[in-house]
């Protein structure tokens, strides 16, 4: 199934694979496989972890996000 999302918490909990695309024009930027097993904890250490490294790949992470989640 492909899914498309805006939202990195949601590509997180529910992907095994997630294709993080770049701005204008859309290529494939990365590809981040998710190696946490099923059902997904948001609350632990490597969901926050990956989801810091995300957001640093899409340029939304500030340094004060970063220090939060690593």
């Known amino acids: 199934m492909v899914m ?25 930027a990365n ?3 998710v190696p946490m097993s099923q059902p997904r904890n948001r609350g632990t250490t490597e969901f926050a972890e990956l989801r810091a490294r995300l957001l640093k790949q899409l340029n939304f992470a500030s340094d004060v996000e970063q220090d939060y989640y690593l």
């Open 31 to 33: 590809i981040v496989e």
């Open 4 to 28: 498309i999302t805006h939202d990195v918490d949601e590509a997180i909990y529910l992907s095994t694979r997630i294709i993080v695309m770049s701005p204008r024009p859309g290529r494939i």
